[in-house]
């Protein structure tokens, strides 16, 4: 989908000789057999301001287009076409979606359309969009009006469609009946014929055509020379062939109508500038055709699902059937992860492995992984994020119902289709917290967290209940459920020679306790013994609990087949650990996430005295002399950056700055000092400068004191030096920092702190989100390490904790709103025994180059 050019006259006159009589008359309420040549140039050359016109294409063929002309001030008419083959497949509804989001950038409010009463389809397509619309009848014509204000139901729509698109296209890829193995050699341990080699061993249920120019067979399978000799249809592709050769592929199997690919290539991004125009080139050819594409450079993608029992990977072994989806954005580490995966006996539903991600991402299988019934357990090793904003609110959603467990590595690899990151790691931590995902800080951990997820239930609550033949190994877990903020209960000893009566008895009482929400059994035995029969005890006790059970059993790591409900793991077997430390720890990631989970999502805050109309006035006035905006809607480099003081956007969500003011002169000091009012600051004007150490001057009680800080400014940091006159603000109070990042990615970010020295040294500092709920702002403030002296401990008074976090609401609120702030810093919040005083407060605004990641329509960069 793109914009109409001038030189689409002839894909123009193409399409529409492929429309039905029925079609063109809807359009044009009347026959119309062919367009005139005025008429095509009028239709093909637009302004894209008043006159806007997109189309959908397919390879070279345009298949749809629609339009809007501006009638008169903030008004067009709009009108669409698709063709007959296309119809009732979306493409309209998401054609309009775009043109309504350009139609807001240019300052188009409402859409007009006059439709005969029998186009029920196009009446269809205005009114589901989910805008306000309005309708009249006059002159055998209906006249739909469509209010292009963005409504809950709107944006519900375009959420909807977005999810089922990348769902469905991922199923597909999941799904195929044929598997087409392009570059499948004779060769021994070459890339196609493993992956060949592979399909067949897993016994995959439809038919697999290996591809090679040269030879007849491959692996004992007909080979044939190219993909369109193949006389059936071809499902999925899998791509083994140098990399230069990659493009030409592409375009051959988009002609035969395959609807995926996986390049397992090498020789893209990874390698620098050369390969990374081969990548674009493939992904801009995949795109051109609809085609799916999971790589270049990736290990493949595997599906157990008996139906299915796809291996198209590199990897000889695929775990078993499982409830476990895995992502993988490194190919080379793949095959290593699912040994691992193996060799634990935990089994997937399915895996993929994205490379370097040029079209297919993490985002897109979670979409395919909320609907997938067999997956219950979400696991994602991640390098990058290429779009964190978007990966948050999908995450975010689907961890209500389906835990999402991320490794995330430093740094992006070459070739990955991601920018870096802006914020430190502990901010990703912060909000990946806040989306309800659980991180975890290598792979050993992934899948320690994993098999707990996938075979035990929730826990309730952090009491923890110990089972243990080892009082020395009982009292290690006892510590480490403290130091994982943990409440154990005192270890149930057993001693060394207890069996599987004792164990059980044991594990039935503090399965039976109110006090105890998860146990952890450990089984050590000293001397090999009845390890079956306490086993099968340890199973027999704990089936239909509610409460997770979980063993260090022997030592051994993973789903042992004594532990297990079935020949495979199922619901109930019971996940074992090598050391109780291990086990402890992957216990309280879960019970973090499902602290999280009982909390059912809180709606967007209500707040009053907020005046966003007057904001957004305020930043085009300070952003009007800065320099020429770029084109709306366009993907450019951001406009310069404008510095101004922000007590006045502040006040338009309900904040005030405490009184300041600007002086040049000492006299000018002490008659500011007489009208706010004694005693007061003198400091540097600048908020960055006033961080430093000796830049401020506290308690000044009379003209003298004032007139003789000010000549110790001049003297250390020059007489050109802003400084500025505050009244004291009452204490006590707790100094903190609060403040707003427009991340690249993760779109505005708020982040608060303690403003002691100690805690910024320490860089002390949590991060959220915006815009935020209160109950956002509350775990702010309390997810600092310093946050205890808000709260009346360590000598300090206990103070406004509920104003402090309404404020962190209001500035979360403003970061939403304004697109233009790039960054917002209030330095310092006082926050007292009665409410909170914001002493300082600049904005960084520039008009920005195009919509946030996770804003309105998707579009390509």
Same mark, same amino acid.
């Given at each position: 989908?793109?914009?109409?050019?001038?030189?689409?006259?002839?894909?123009?006159?193409?399409? &529409?000789?492929?429309?039905?009589?029925?079609?063109?008359?809807?359009?044009?309420?009347?026959?119309?057999?062919?367009?005139?040549?005025?008429?095509?140039?009028?239709?093909?050359?637009?302004? &894209?301001?008043?006159?806007?016109?997109?189309?959908?294409?397919?390879?070279? *063929?345009?298949?749809?287009?629609?339009?809007?002309?501006?009638?008169?001030?903030?008004?067009?008419?709009?009108?669409?076409?698709?063709?007959?083959?296309?119809?009732?497949?979306?493409?309209?509804?998401?054609?309009?979606?775009?043109?309504?989001?350009?139609?807001?950038?240019?300052?188009? *409010?409402?859409?007009?359309?006059?439709?005969?009463?029998?186009?029920?389809?196009?009446?269809?397509?205005?009114?589901?969009?989910?805008?306000?619309?309005?309708?009249?009848?006059?002159? %055998?014509?209906?006249?739909?009006?469509?209010?292009?204000?963005?409504?809950?139901?709107?944006?519900?729509?375009?959420?909807?469609?977005?999810?089922?698109?990348?769902?469905?296209?991922?199923?597909?890829?999941?799904?195929?009946?044929?598997?087409?193995?392009?570059?499948?050699?004779?060769?021994?341990?070459?890339?196609?014929?493993?992956?060949?080699?592979?399909?067949?061993?897993?016994?995959?249920?439809?038919?697999?055509?290996?591809?090679?120019?040269?030879?007849?067979?491959?692996?004992?399978?007909?080979?044939?020379?190219?993909?369109?000799?193949?006389?059936?249809?071809?499902?999925?592709?899998?791509?083994?062939?140098?990399?230069?050769?990659?493009?030409?592929?592409?375009?051959?199997?988009?002609?035969?109508?395959?609807?995926?690919?996986?390049?397992?290539?090498?020789?893209?991004?990874?390698?620098?500038?050369?390969?990374?125009?081969?990548?674009?080139?493939?992904?801009?050819?995949?795109?051109? &055709?609809?085609?799916?594409?999971?790589?270049?450079?990736?290990?493949?993608?595997?599906?157990?699902?008996?139906?299915?029992?796809?291996?198209?990977?590199?990897?000889?072994?695929?775990?078993?059937?499982?409830?476990?989806?895995?992502?993988?954005?490194?190919?080379?580490?793949?095959?290593?992860?699912?040994?691992?995966?193996?060799?634990?006996?935990?089994?997937?539903?399915?895996?993929?492995?994205?490379?370097?991600?040029?079209?297919?991402?993490?985002?897109?299988?979670?979409?395919?992984?909320?609907?997938?019934?067999?997956?219950?357990?979400?696991?994602?090793?991640?390098?990058?994020?290429?779009?964190?904003?978007?990966?948050?609110?999908?995450?975010?959603?689907?961890?209500?119902?389906?835990?999402?467990?991320?490794?995330?590595?430093? $740094?992006?690899?070459? %070739?990955?289709?991601?920018?870096?990151?802006?914020?430190?790691?502990?901010?990703?931590?912060?909000?990946?917290?806040?989306?309800?995902?659980?991180?975890?800080?290598?792979?050993?951990?992934?899948?320690?967290?994993?098999?707990?997820?996938?075979?035990?239930?929730?826990?309730?609550?952090?009491?923890?209940?110990?089972?243990?033949?080892?009082?020395?190994?009982?009292?290690?877990?006892?510590?480490?459920?403290?130091?994982?903020?943990?409440?154990?209960?005192?270890?149930?000893?057993?001693?060394?020679?207890?069996?599987?009566?004792?164990?059980?008895?044991?594990?039935?009482?503090?399965?039976?306790?109110?006090?105890?929400?998860?146990?952890?059994?450990?089984?050590?035995?000293?001397?090999?013994?009845?390890?079956?029969?306490?086993?099968?005890?340890?199973?027999?006790?704990?089936?239909?609990?509610?409460?997770?059970?979980?063993?260090? &059993?022997?030592?051994?790591?993973?789903?042992?087949?004594?532990?297990?409900? $079935?020949?495979?793991?199922?619901?109930?077997?019971?996940?074992?650990?090598?050391?109780?430390?291990?086990?402890?720890?992957?216990?309280?990631?879960?019970?973090?996430?499902?602290?999280?989970?009982?909390?059912?999502?809180?709606?967007?805050?209500?707040?009053?005295?907020?005046?966003?109309?007057?904001?957004?006035?305020?930043?085009?006035?300070?952003?009007?002399?800065?320099?020429?905006?770029?084109?709306?809607?366009?993907?450019?480099?951001?406009?310069?950056?404008?510095?101004?003081?922000?007590?006045?956007?502040?006040?338009?969500?309900?904040?005030?700055?405490?009184?300041?003011?600007?002086?040049?002169?000492?006299?000018?000091?002490?008659?500011?000092? *007489?009208?706010?009012?004694?005693?007061?600051?003198?400091?540097?004007?600048?908020?960055?400068?006033?961080?430093?150490?000796?830049?401020?001057?506290?308690?000044?009680? %009379?003209?003298?004191?004032?007139?003789?800080?000010?000549?110790?400014?001049?003297?250390?940091?020059?007489?050109?030096?802003?400084?500025?006159?505050?009244?004291?603000?009452?204490?006590?109070?707790?100094?903190?920092?609060?403040?707003?990042?427009?991340?690249?990615?993760?779109?505005?970010?708020?982040?608060?702190?303690?403003?002691?020295?100690?805690?910024?040294?320490?860089?002390?500092?949590?991060?959220?989100?915006?815009?935020?709920?209160?109950?956002?702002?509350?775990?702010?403030?309390?997810?600092?390490?310093?946050?205890?002296?808000?709260?009346?401990?360590? %000598?300090?008074?206990?103070?406004?904790?509920?104003?402090?976090?309404?404020?962190?609401?209001?500035?979360?609120?403003?970061?939403?709103?304004?697109?233009?702030?790039?960054?917002?810093?209030?330095?310092?919040?006082?926050?007292?025994?009665?409410?909170?005083?914001?002493?300082?407060?600049?904005?960084?605004?520039?008009?920005?180059?195009?919509?946030?990641?996770?804003?309105?329509?998707?579009?390509?960069?």
């Amino acid at each position: 989908m793109r914009p109409i050019r001038p030189a689409d006259a002839d894909r123009l006159r193409s399409f &529409y000789s492929r429309l039905s009589a029925e079609s063109i008359y809807f359009r044009f309420f009347g026959p119309r057999p062919r367009l005139s040549d005025k008429e095509v140039a009028w239709f093909t050359t637009v302004d &894209y301001v008043d006159r806007v016109a997109l189309i959908a294409t397919i390879g070279a *063929e345009m298949v749809a287009v629609i339009r809007y002309d501006k009638v008169e001030p903030g008004e067009a008419e709009v009108a669409f076409l698709v063709e007959d083959a296309h119809q009732g497949r979306g493409v309209a509804s998401v054609l309009l979606e775009h043109l309504a989001a350009t139609a807001r950038e240019r300052g188009i *409010e409402r859409f007009a359309a006059d439709v005969l009463p029998a186009n029920m389809k196009m009446m269809g397509v205005l009114r589901q969009a989910g805008y306000t619309a309005q309708s009249s009848f006059a002159d %055998g014509v209906v006249r739909m009006t469509l209010d292009l204000t963005p409504t809950e139901t709107s944006t519900e729509v375009t959420i909807a469609r977005e999810h089922r698109a990348e769902a469905r296209s991922i199923a597909r890829l999941l799904t195929p009946g044929s598997v087409a193995v392009i570059g499948a050699s004779r060769e021994p341990g070459g890339v196609g014929q493993t992956v060949l080699r592979n399909l067949l061993a897993a016994d995959f249920t439809g038919p697999v055509y290996p591809v090679h120019r040269e030879v007849r067979a491959v692996a004992g399978v007909r080979a044939h020379p190219s993909v369109s000799a193949i006389d059936d249809d071809v499902d999925l592709a899998v791509v083994a062939v140098p990399a230069e050769g990659v493009a030409d592929v592409v375009k051959e199997c988009a002609e035969k109508g395959v609807h995926g690919l996986v390049v397992v290539s090498s020789g893209f991004g990874e390698t620098g500038d050369e390969g990374r125009e081969r990548q674009d080139e493939l992904a801009r050819i995949a795109r051109a &055709y609809g085609l799916r594409v999971v790589g270049p450079n990736c290990l493949g993608i595997a599906n157990t699902d008996p139906a299915v029992r796809l291996n198209a990977t590199l990897a000889a072994t695929v775990p078993h059937r499982g409830r476990v989806g895995f992502f993988s954005q490194s190919g080379a580490l793949g095959t290593a992860l699912l040994q691992r995966v193996a060799q634990r006996g935990m089994g997937i539903s399915s895996f993929v492995s994205a490379g370097n991600r040029a079209d297919v991402s993490g985002n897109d299988l979670l979409q395919y992984w909320e609907e997938d019934a067999a997956t219950e357990v979400i696991l994602l090793y991640l390098e990058s994020l290429g779009n964190p904003r978007k990966f948050a609110r999908l995450a975010r959603r689907i961890a209500r119902s389906k835990p999402i467990v991320v490794v995330k590595s430093g $740094g992006t690899p070459t %070739g990955h289709s991601a920018r870096e990151l802006g914020l430190p790691d502990s901010a990703i931590s912060s909000l990946f917290a806040q989306a309800g995902l659980i991180r975890v800080d290598d792979l050993i951990q992934l899948f320690d967290v994993g098999q707990l997820l996938a075979y035990q239930p929730l826990p309730a609550g952090p009491r923890v209940g110990l089972v243990t033949n080892s009082d020395a190994l009982g009292l290690l877990a006892a510590g480490f459920c403290v130091s994982a903020g943990l409440s154990p209960r005192p270890p149930a000893n057993l001693g060394a020679s207890a069996g599987a009566a004792e164990f059980g008895a044991a594990l039935a009482g503090q399965l039976a306790s109110d006090e105890v929400d998860s146990v952890v059994v450990i089984y050590m035995p000293p001397i090999p013994g009845a390890s079956e029969e306490v086993a099968a005890e340890l199973l027999r006790v704990s089936q239909g609990s509610a409460k997770p059970v979980l063993a260090t &059993y022997e030592g051994h790591l993973g789903m042992h087949p004594a532990l297990r409900t $079935g020949s495979t793991p199922e619901r109930g077997s019971i996940p074992s650990y090598a050391a109780p430390e291990e086990a402890v720890r992957a216990l309280a990631h879960v019970v973090r996430y499902a602290t999280w989970r009982a909390h059912p999502a809180p709606p967007p805050p209500v707040l009053d005295d907020i005046d966003t109309v007057r904001a957004r006035e305020l930043v085009a006035l300070a952003l009007r002399d800065a320099g020429p905006a770029p084109v709306p809607g366009a993907f450019a480099e951001p406009g310069p950056p404008v510095e101004v003081d922000a007590a006045d956007l502040l006040s338009c969500y309900g904040l005030s700055v405490w009184p300041a003011e600007v002086v040049r002169s000492p006299e000018e000091a002490v008659d500011a000092a *007489e009208r706010l009012g004694w005693p007061v600051v003198l400091k540097v004007a600048d908020p960055e400068a006033s961080r430093r150490a000796g830049t401020v001057r506290l308690g000044l009680a %009379g003209p003298d004191s004032v007139r003789h800080a000010y000549a110790e400014f001049a003297a250390q940091l020059g007489a050109d030096t802003e400084l500025a006159v505050q009244r004291m603000a009452p204490q006590p109070a707790v100094p903190t920092v609060v403040g707003v990042a427009d991340d690249p990615g993760f779109g505005p970010v708020v982040s608060f702190g303690l403003g002691e020295v100690t805690a910024r040294l320490l860089l002390d500092q949590g991060y959220r989100l915006a815009p935020l709920t209160h109950e956002d702002a509350a775990e702010l403030v309390r997810s600092v390490r310093a946050a205890p002296l808000l709260f009346g401990e360590y %000598g300090y008074p206990p103070v406004a904790v509920e104003a402090l976090e309404d404020l962190l609401v209001r500035v979360g609120r403003l970061a939403g709103d304004l697109p233009e702030l790039a960054r917002l810093d209030l330095d310092q919040v006082l926050v007292g025994e009665s409410g909170v005083i914001v002493l300082g407060a600049r904005a960084r605004l520039r008009t920005p180059a195009g919509p946030r990641l996770d804003a309105g329509p998707r579009r390509l960069a």
